[in-house]
């Protein structure tokens, strides 16, 4: 059983969402999470509850949305993997801080203290500005793991970081064998 979690990247959800359907065709048993963010809030990229209803459809199960539902995941309920596509700057932030405020961060929280791998797929304008010492960190953290990520408009966008959605299940793949899939910026 494995955790797929959603924060509140909301341009990035409907790369999010496909990669979620290859890994379900794959044979992945998935439990989706998404942030507080992503439950109540409707952006100019969509509804909530339409975002919500996609999800739970392709997982058949409902999302967890709160922090008490997110505690499980500790030793009473292990996942064997837990994927964060995509992961905002703030999430990314907390999760290097320690701060465990969302049903995401506690997700991952519970997960780690289990020693088991999470996979990060960062989206954030600011990855490489107030971001991107926190990457470093979890680069060196024990059981984190990226997904690939590029500059996704570098003149425009000068500070933003994107993974690349395609090769979330190839990331996938290596984090189960205990490897970081790179090259790691593309
Ligand atoms: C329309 C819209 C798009 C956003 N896109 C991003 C994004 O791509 N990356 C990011 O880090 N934050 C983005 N944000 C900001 C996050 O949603 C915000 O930091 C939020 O607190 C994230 O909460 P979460 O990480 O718990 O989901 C966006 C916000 C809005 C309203």
């Known amino acids: 059983m494995i955790g797929y979690a959603i924060t509140g990247s909301y341009c ?5 969402i496909e990669a979620l359907k ?3 065709d794959s044979g992945a048993d998935i439990i989706p999470i998404v942030s507080e963010n992503v439950f109540f809030t409707d ?5 909530a509850s339409e975002t919500v209803e996609k999800i739970e459809e392709i997982c058949a199960r409902s999302c967890v949305h709160t922090i008490t539902e ?7 309920q292990p996942l064997d993997a837990l994927i964060i596509a995509p992961c ?4 990314l932030a907390k999760l290097a801080s320690g701060i465990t405020d969302t049903a995401v961060t506690m997700s991952a929280k519970a997960h780690l203290r289990c020693n088991r791998p999470l996979l990060i797929a960062l989206a954030s304008n600011d990855a490489m500005a107030a971001n991107l010492g926190n ?4 680069l060196n953290r024990k059981n984190i793991y ?3 990520m ?3 408009e570098p003149l425009k966008k000068p500070h933003s970081l994107v993974a690349d959605f395609e090769c979330l299940g190839e990331a996938y793949e290596k984090m189960l064998s205990g490897m970081q899939l790179r090259p790691l910026f593309l």
């Open 12 to 16: 990035t959800h409907s790369r999010s």
């Open 22 to 24: 290859r890994l379900r």
């Open 43 to 47: 952006t100019r990229f969509g509804k």
């Open 70 to 76: 997110a505690e499980k995941f500790g030793p009473a």
């Open 88 to 91: 905002t700057g703030n999430t």
């Open 135 to 138: 990457i470093g960190t979890l």
């Open 146 to 148: 990226f997904a690939p």
């Open 150 to 152: 590029h500059q996704d």
